[in-house]
């Protein structure tokens, strides 16, 4: 297969990825990665920068909407980022010494955790209700749009979100996926925030802890343009299209066989490493 | 009252930048993109094993000098430049609005980010 053929299979799979990630929310890498090195053998060095690109691309492309809804509460999200860029540069740096075969066992345990964790429909956490005393302080807590108007919520367990957060970066910058699964977790569950706030949030976040771990990723040499380019413009395309599809899309249908691919997926990524074939 | 007004007006600008910026990084990788397939596309990908990049793919200087001997990847690597430098400029912005808010809090709070960002290239 020559390089334009490899080249065009890549653009089709990221278009899908790209479609796929708009309508489920869970991100490219996690299609990315696997296609590139269960399918291509393409070594998972080149196949976690690859998707860090991937994932910078979509978060940008998705914050530029919603940050000018109002929805996205860009205070606390800069306020979690000290805990997860922090995160995302040490797990940049741990994946230059961890070997493949573990990294790519890990890919898989976190795969399958981000499908399970995003498609448990958690009931909207209650919102009403006084806020953490350190939320006050730091001025995290904010309104968002509905149909009444500007509703004011809450932030409670800043600590404990916080902790998450840097758990979040860690898998992010190791794995070069968006960890957005965990962030909206921490968001929704722990500090109690409408779940429409913690996923616009969660976007936002995604492209400033992927640019922290971005910096330690080109250093080493794990970002290529070959594989780069038609990733990044097809999971930009196949987003354009999942929004103009998202309003009238059966979405619940699409996220069960996509968490059934995701499972599959993930098995084969642990039994590679385990096998020591990746 | 202001202070949200400001809010929305910042949140505003930063849309547009994040929009304009993944549109030029795109055609810039696209253009890259068409030059590359066009010099190499006959050829084998070679990526089982990890060699790491080149300099001219990592460092940007020789990437610009690379660029203008007509190749393609430099040309994709300097996209791939301007959409990661899309949300640090988003970020570097947001400290501007801060300072213009007089919320010094979250000024020295993206400072610390930023800077923890940077440092890393």
Redesign the interface.
């Known amino acids: 297969m020559t390089i334009l053929v490899f080249t065009l299979i890549l653009f089709g799979a990221a278009l899908v990825a790209g479609l796929l990630g708009s309508l489920t929310g869970l991100g490219g890498g996690v299609v990315i990665i696997p296609l590139l090195t269960l399918v291509f053998k393409v070594d998972i060095h080149y196949a976690i920068g690859t998707s860090l690109v991937s994932v910078i691309a979509t978060s940008s492309g998705a914050a530029a909407a919603y940050v000018r809804e109002g929805i996205a509460n860009i205070r606390l999200g800069m306020f979690l980022e000290l805990a997860t860029t922090a995160g995302a540069i040490a797990g940049a740096w741990l994946a230059a010494y961890m070997p493949t075969e573990i990294i790519a066992i890990l890919f898989g345990i976190v795969l399958i955790i981000s499908a399970g964790l995003s498609f448990a429909r958690l009931a909207d956490p209650v919102t009403s209700g006084p806020s953490g005393v350190l939320a006050a302080k730091l001025r995290l807590n904010s309104t968002m749009p509905t149909a009444e108007g500007k509703t004011p919520y809450f932030v409670k367990n800043v600590v404990g979100g916080f902790f998450m957060m840097n758990v979040a970066g860690i898998i992010s910058g190791l794995l070069g996926i968006g960890s957005g699964a965990f962030k909206v977790i921490a968001m929704d569950n722990v500090m109690r925030i409408p779940f429409k706030v913690s996923t616009t949030t969660s976007n936002f976040m995604i492209g400033v802890t992927a640019a922290a771990s971005v910096g330690v990723y080109l250093q080493r040499g794990y970002i290529d343009p070959g594989l780069s380019m038609p990733v990044m413009l097809g999971v930009l395309g196949g987003a354009l299209v999942g929004t103009r599809v998202l309003t009238k899309a059966r979405t619940t249908s699409l996220k069960i066989v996509f968490a059934f691919v995701i499972l599959v997926l993930a098995v084969e990524m642990i039994y590679n490493g385990i096998a020591h074939q990746i | 009252m202001k202070k949200r007004i400001q809010?929305?007006d910042m949140?505003?600008v930063?849309?547009?930048l994040?929009?304009y910026?993944?549109i030029s990084?795109?055609l810039v990788?696209?253009a890259?993109?068409i030059v590359?397939?066009y010099r190499?596309?006959?050829?084998?990908?070679a990526?089982?094993?990890?060699?790491?990049?080149?300099d001219k793919?990592?460092n940007p200087r020789l990437m610009l000098e690379a660029v203008m001997r007509g190749e393609?990847?430099?040309l994709?690597?300097l996209?791939?430049l301007i959409?990661?430098a899309?949300?640090?400029a988003?970020?570097a912005f947001?400290i501007f609005g801060y300072l213009l808010e007089k919320d010094y809090?979250?000024t020295v709070?993206?400072v610390?980010?930023l800077l923890?960002?940077?440092?890393?290239?």
């Open positions: 809010d929305t949140e505003k930063i849309g547009y994040l929009r910026g993944v990084a795109s990788v696209l890259g993109g590359y397939l190499h596309g006959h050829q084998l990908p990526y089982r094993e990890f060699h790491g990049e080149p793919m990592r393609g990847r430099p994709i690597q996209g791939l959409l990661i899309t949300p640090i988003r970020i947001s809090l979250y709070l993206t610390i980010v923890a960002i940077l440092l890393n290239f």
